[in-house]
Antibody
């Protein structure tokens, strides 16, 4: 069974940093691109970042470019999102998701809440 | 940058009725890279349709997708109680990839 479990969320002050993790199991993690998607409270979905299977290609939404860094460790079946210079508008549930066909996300974690507030 | 617009914002229907949800793109989108998701309160999104018209694994056949170019449609042939949720369309473009989600359509019980 495919499972994605995010962790690392919590409260943080504006300007602070946080590292999210996503532990994957039930599939060959090294064979898939992975993504982060976030959802602010009561709002819609916003794609954050993508990383290909071998980390060759990485992309970011303009809203986080230069502040967030995505990475992965295929040996540990883990995906990461290093977030810095956090702003109130970064407050959201952050989901990791598997990109199964190069264009859609077939499995999602349960999400981890990041709250940026003074 | 491609912008996705979904209409209507809210669709109020009764169980057993047909739901037709629209997703319009600001420029042509490859059908291969148009997907639909369902999200219920407190849950992660669930992939329903990929490649504009292919149902994801385990998705009932009352869900269907169609369209091409800039206009795409998700149809739920007969609403079941569990289908009342928010639905998002999503497109993918570029290499490396950029994903864009629409703002969502809420299907609620009339």
């Amino acid at each position: 069974e495919v499972q994605l479990v995010e962790s690392g969320g919590g409260p943080v002050k504006p300007g602070g940093s946080l590292r999210l993790s996503c532990a994957a199991s039930g599939f060959t993690f090294s064979g898939y691109s992975m993504d982060w998607v976030r959802q602010a409270p009561g709002k819609g979905l916003e794609w954050v970042s993508s990383i290909t299977s071998g980390s060759s290609y990485i992309s970011y939404a303009d809203s986080v470019k230069g502040r967030f860094t995505v990475s992965r460790d295929n040996a540990k079946n883990s995906l990461y999102l290093q977030m810095s210079s956090l702003r109130a508008e970064d407050t959201a549930v952050y989901y990791c998701a598997r990109d199964w066909d190069g264009g859609s996300l077939d499995y999602w974690g349960q999400g981890t809440l990041v709250t940026v507030s003074s | 940058e491609i912008v996705l617009t979904q209409s209507p914002g809210t669709l109020s229907l009764s169980p057993g009725e047909r739901a037709t949800l629209s997703c319009r793109a600001s420029q042509s989108v490859s059908s291969s890279y148009l997907a639909w998701y369902q999200q219920k309160p407190g849950q992660a999104p669930r992939l329903l349709i990929y490649g504009a018209s292919s149902r994801a694994t385990g998705i009932p056949d009352r869900f269907s997708g169609s369209g091409s170019g800039t206009d795409f449609t998700l149809t739920i042939s007969r609403l079941e109680p569990e289908d009342f949720a928010v639905y998002y369309c999503q497109q993918y473009a570029g290499s490396p990839g950029i994903f864009t989600f629409g703002p969502g359509t809420k299907v609620d019980i009339k």
